[in-house]
């Protein structure tokens, strides 16, 4: 299966409220995409009704329809995160010992089935919403829908892997710290994150009941709008529901972290990804860089404060009563908040709103904010093996944002060479929701974004890209290292013009050393080939000192891995640089 054949969720609305179609018809398709990515990825979900009853539902939106109902998301099948009510499936938070059997919908459920949407299933999440990756569910680890050895994001992993897969047009996840935003990035996908108390969390189970958000997750920012256009408005059953407002911005000035602030955590590409968006950006709006340090200390808050105690209040029956039900990661976060006092709080709360009232005047000398959604993705094995401190790296951009009351659209940005998203995120005051999506449309527009990546299917093979501009060259003595290992040429290139080279003396066959020097430097050409990650760790083995193999960069700012090489190397070597490669030194000679 691809996913070529989605559609959007204005399209199907459309569609089933003109009469082009039947909701019938479109949830038959939708159940038949749902049975053949069950191959792929059954962990998505934790629930699912019945083909019975999707089917006698669409057929209810067929006679409102026939009838003369206008409804503004008929037929659209859509998924929910299942920690969000919905009537007639338990709801578990991904614990099955929490599970029980809700009365009524939530007020959001409510809401999308009066308009003639048609709720599919539960979603799949780190349990109680506590991890940004997806892997801490005992209903199984959703993973990237581009790429099967990397996360997913979370905590709202099924729903963006239930949309990036094609399976709905549409899915409701929930934001307390980046968790609408963080599986949007990975999964090329728009996470709306609307103003809390914008969409109404009756019917919600907390996480931190005081900052928690319902989102979505879509294709486009047009299926965001009709949701949004359902869902926003005060709900008297919520108590931290509020009017709904919209503030227009001027969209004319963006602030972006220092550079010496930007945290990447090793990752080359996304820091290559950032620039080039920022590039784009300004195009658009003066990009000018802001102090993000208050910023960072309001998302440390959130864990290391006292509102990890707002998570452990909502768990508190659970974690006294039956803690082994509990994910052990879940549980070692959240228990740290029974060591949280009212003093810790009180002065938390006073420090928080100091630093709000810092973000409110940073974004009077700005109209929003655009940062990285993360500075990095990981494997799944990685994250099992680290789990804390790398669920901790992915929420260097997102935590603050809640806690200082402000909206956010999740947008793609790109893509890494493992088909992963990298995404930015549009950051704006409360209500400043449509602004930030209209931004969106023309980041979208100015950006030219190629599309997502083909679905991974079977499990991509881990390849690595790697610079030679030596005697690896094609048609060069030590060449076949590259063809014996099935390596792929991915085409000519030069180096950024930071680099020399020189030849190395009595090397046997001759053999260049690449050196970064931002002096004197000059772009020197090369060749980039890509392996499999075991046939690239074979080759390294084989590379002999003075040679290593490290990081490139090349003429577009982009990093691969390549030769380069130790200090010992330059002792008798001839500069070279002057001829721009290795092979016009070779000609000479010849």
């Given at each position: 299966m691809s996913a070529s054949f989605r559609q959007s969720t204005t399209a199907i609305a459309k569609a089933v409220g003109s009469g082009a179609t039947s909701a019938a018809a479109v949830m038959e398709a939708t159940l038949e995409r749902i049975a053949a990515y069950d191959a792929i990825q059954p962990q998505v979900w934790i629930s699912r009704a019945s083909a019975d009853a999707l089917l006698a539902?669409?057929?209810?939106?067929?006679a409102?329809?026939?009838?003369?109902?206008?409804?503004?998301?008929?037929?659209?099948?859509?998924?929910?995160k299942d920690n969000i009510d919905v009537a007639g499936m338990e709801t578990t938070a991904a614990c099955p010992a929490f599970a029980y059997a809700p009365q009524a919908n939530a007020t959001v459920i409510e809401r999308l089935t009066a308009a003639g949407a048609i709720c599919v299933g539960k979603t799949n999440l780190d349990q109680f919403a506590t991890g940004l990756v997806g892997t801490r569910s005992p209903y199984g680890i959703p993973r990237n829908a581009s790429n099967l050895a990397y996360v997913s994001g979370g905590s709202s992993s099924g729903s963006a892997v239930a949309v990036a897969a094609g399976l709905v047009p549409f899915a409701l996840g929930t934001d307390t710290a980046g968790s609408g935003r963080v599986p949007a990035a990975f999964n090329h996908l728009i996470g709306f994150k609307p103003t809390k108390g914008r969409w109404s969390t009756h019917g919600l189970v907390p996480a931190c009941r005081s900052i928690d958000?319902?989102?979505?997750?879509?294709?486009?920012?047009?299926?965001?709008?009709?949701?949004?256009?359902?869902?926003?408005?005060?709900d008297p059953a919520d108590p931290w529901s509020k009017p709904l407002a919209d503030h227009n911005l001027a969209a004319k000035v963006i602030g972006v972290p220092r550079r010496e602030q930007r945290l990447w955590f090793g990752d080359l590409e996304s820091e290559y990804l950032y620039d080039h968006a920022l590039a784009k950006l300004a195009e658009l709006a003066t990009v000018v860089e802001i102090d993000m340090a208050p910023l960072q200390e309001a998302a440390l808050l959130l864990y290391n404060g006292p509102w990890v105690a707002e998570r452990t209040a909502a768990m508190a029956k659970l974690l006294t009563e039956s803690p082994d039900a509990v994910?052990?990661?879940?549980?070692?976060v959240v228990q740290a908040g029974w060591d949280k006092s009212a003093v810790e709080l009180w002065n938390g709360i006073y420090r928080m709103a100091e630093l709000k009232r810092h973000a409110d005047q940073l974004l009077q000398q700005v109209d929003m904010l655009?940062?990285?959604?993360?500075?990095?993705?990981?494997?799944?094995?990685?994250?099992?093996?680290?789990?804390?401190?790398?669920?901790?790296?992915?929420?260097?951009?997102?935590n603050f944002v809640n806690l200082l009351d402000m909206a956010a659209v999740a947008v793609p940005a790109g893509q890494r060479a493992n088909g992963t998203g990298f995404g930015i995120t549009l950051i704006g005051p409360a209500d400043s929701d449509r602004t930030l999506l209209t931004m969106t449309d023309a980041w979208l527009s100015a950006a030219q974004l190629p599309p997502p990546p083909p679905l991974d299917l079977e499990g991509r093979m881990?390849?690595?890209?790697?610079?030679?501009?030596?005697?690896?060259?094609?048609?060069?003595?030590?060449?076949?290292?590259?063809?014996?290992r099935n390596a792929t040429f991915v085409g000519a290139f030069e180096t950024a013009p930071t680099y020399k080279l020189y030849a190395i003396a009595?090397?046997?066959?001759?053999?260049p050393a690449l050196v970064f020097s931002e002096e004197?430097?000059?772009?020197?050409?090369?060749?980039?080939?890509?392996?499999?990650?075991?046939?690239?760790?074979?080759?390294?083995?084989?590379?002999?000192?003075?040679?290593?193999?490290?990081?490139?960069?090349?003429?577009?700012?982009?990093?691969?891995?390549?030769?380069?090489?130790?200090?010992?190397?330059?002792?008798?070597?001839?500069d070279i640089t002057h001829l721009g490669g290795w092979r016009a030194f070779i000609a000479s000679k010849a």
């Open positions: 539902q669409a057929h209810a939106v067929d409102r329809v026939a009838a003369g109902e206008h409804l503004p998301l008929a037929g659209v099948p859509f998924a929910a958000c319902i989102t979505v997750f879509t294709d486009d920012t047009a299926g965001a709008r009709l949701v949004d256009d359902v869902i926003a408005g005060f994910d052990p990661t879940v549980r070692t655009v940062f990285p959604t993360t500075g990095t993705t990981y494997r799944v094995d990685e994250l099992l093996a680290a789990p804390v401190a790398l669920n901790s790296n992915l929420g260097a951009y997102t881990q390849t690595v890209k790697l610079a030679v501009v030596g005697a690896h060259l094609e048609g060069m003595p030590l060449h076949w290292q590259l063809t014996s009595d090397s046997v066959p001759p053999k004197g430097g000059a772009a020197i050409k090369l060749e980039v080939y890509e392996l499999g990650v075991a046939e690239f760790g074979s080759f390294v083995v084989d590379v002999p000192p003075p040679l290593a193999i490290g990081t490139v960069t090349l003429a577009d700012g982009s990093s691969v891995k390549g030769f380069v090489s130790e200090p010992r190397a330059l002792t008798g070597a001839e």
